[in-house]
């Protein structure tokens, strides 16, 4: 993972960024980037993490690195798991208290994983993933 923290700084220095810092977390299998750009880097964030995690993927793979690493910039992706599985918890309590199904909105795979994980234990719901491609999202179903 050394060499491809290496090239991802070298990356993060090519798109014109000069304040900013990589570390590899081993137990998380994440790389913490911090970037110092002002508030109007916030906007373009979330596909910024998307499309950097994507580079970093091919990265690894080109060099050989067997494990997948996640990228994780200012915090984003790690704010953005603690409101879905909050999100999930709260659909969760509305289906069991109303009987009814309740619809959470798109998500790609590694945030519907995360739900699914989270209610596996619940014993009053129970989860279903719905749609295809971009539009597939969870729907969380009382048990009766």
Same mark, same amino acid.
């Given at each position: 993972?050394?060499?491809?923290?290496?090239?991802l700084?070298?990356?993060?220095?090519?798109?014109? !960024?000069?304040?900013?810092?990589?570390?590899?977390?081993?137990?998380?299998?994440?790389?913490?980037?911090?970037?110092?750009?002002?508030?109007? !880097?916030?906007? !373009?964030l979330?596909?910024? #993490?998307?499309?950097?995690?994507?580079? #970093?993927?091919?990265?690894?793979?080109?060099?050989?690195?067997?494990r997948?690493?996640?990228?994780d910039?200012?915090?984003?992706?790690?704010?953005?798991?603690?409101?879905?599985?909050?999100?999930?918890?709260?659909?969760?309590?509305?289906?069991?208290?109303?009987?009814?199904?309740?619809?959470?909105?798109?998500?790609?795979?590694?945030?519907?994983?995360?739900?699914?994980?989270?209610?596996?234990?619940?014993p009053? #719901?129970?989860?279903?993933? #719905?749609?295809e491609?971009?539009?597939?999202?969870?729907?969380?179903?009382?048990?009766?």
């Open positions: 993972m050394e060499q491809l923290q290496d090239n700084k070298k990356l993060i220095g090519l798109m014109g !960024f000069t304040d900013f810092s990589v570390n590899y977390e081993e137990g998380s299998n994440r790389f913490l980037i911090f970037i110092n750009e002002g508030d109007f !880097f916030k906007k !373009f979330p596909s910024f #993490v998307t499309n950097l995690n994507y580079l #970093v993927r091919l990265m690894a793979s080109k060099t050989g690195e067997e997948t690493a996640f990228i910039i200012n915090n984003y992706r790690r704010e953005r798991e603690g409101l879905i599985l909050e999100l999930a918890r709260a659909a969760a309590r509305k289906a069991a208290a109303t009987k009814q199904e309740v619809p959470l909105p798109a998500m790609n795979a590694y945030e519907r994983r995360l739900i699914h994980l989270e209610l596996s234990s619940h009053d #719901v129970r989860t279903e993933s #719905v749609g491609g971009r539009d597939r999202y969870i729907i969380i179903k009382p048990i009766q």
